[in-house]
């Protein structure tokens, strides 16, 4: 079956860490790009953060930048969510997603919507 | 950043009924504009791509038109399971941005 779980979230207080994982089956994961989207509680999706498929591409919203750090590993067929400085604001369901890519006729690109998301991982920033 | 507003907030209408979304992006977007469902406790689901592709298994009844700047997400006729909020996001510059949703309602 074609999927993405997401684990990791948990309660941490204010200026805390957390590690997220989001582990991939089903298909090719060494030839996608995937991200991390947020939705804070009652609220909508926010996009955090996203990473190529060959880690060329790395970015990160405004909100987290300087705090957050992602990473995958091909080999392991996952991506990960290093979260430091953990504020109230961080507090959200946070998915992974998918994003495909086309490396056709030497041209390569990314297509940055998302086709695949987990079900999700509850991070909670309370003291 | 690119700011997406999703008119209306919230839609009531019947089973059976046509439903209009519209997505304005701040500045153009070309066609990188994508659609998402998203049911209560579910994680979303993509229905459009690139302003119009339907992803795969999406019925026939969703239709996504528009360029540029303005963008609209049609639902022919209202099945039970298409009550639901609706989210449009663009990723022609970073980053990337999501509307703050349509929430289509029973009337």
């Known amino acids: 079956e074609v999927q993405l779980v997401e684990s990791g979230g948990g309660l941490v207080k204010p200026g805390g860490s957390l590690r997220l994982s989001c582990s991939a089956s089903g298909f090719t994961f060494s030839s996608f790009s995937l991200n991390w989207v947020r939705q804070a509680p009652g609220k909508g999706l926010e996009w955090v953060s996203s990473?190529?498929?060959?880690?060329?591409?790395?970015y990160y919203s405004d909100s987290v930048k300087g705090r957050f750090t992602i990473s995958r590993d091909n080999a392991k067929n996952s991506v990960y969510l290093q979260m430091n400085s953990l504020t109230a604001a961080d507090t959200a369901i946070y998915y992974c997603?998918?994003?495909?890519?086309?490396?056709?006729?030497?041209?390569?690109?990314?297509?940055?919507?998302?086709?695949?998301w987990g079900r999700g991982t509850l991070v909670t920033v309370s003291s | 950043e690119i700011v997406l507003t999703q008119s209306p907030a919230t839609l009531s209408l019947s089973p059976g009924e046509r439903a209009t979304l519209s997505c304005r992006a701040s500045?153009?977007?070309?066609?990188?504009l994508a659609w998402y469902q998203q049911k209560p406790g579910q994680a979303p689901r993509l229905l459009i791509s690139d302003a119009s592709n339907r992803a795969t298994g999406i019925p026939a009844r969703f239709s996504g038109s528009g360029s540029e700047t303005d963008f609209t997400l049609t639902i022919s006729s209202l099945e039970p399971e298409d009550f639901a909020v609706y989210y449009c996001q663009q990723r022609a510059n970073w980053p990337l941005t999501f509307g703050g949703g349509t929430k289509v309602e029973i009337k």
């Open positions: 997603a998918r994003t495909p890519e086309s490396d056709s006729g030497g041209v390569y690109a990314i297509f940055w919507f998302f086709d695949l």
């Open positions: 990473i190529s498929s060959s880690n060329n591409y790395i």
């Open positions: 500045q153009s977007v070309s066609n990188y």
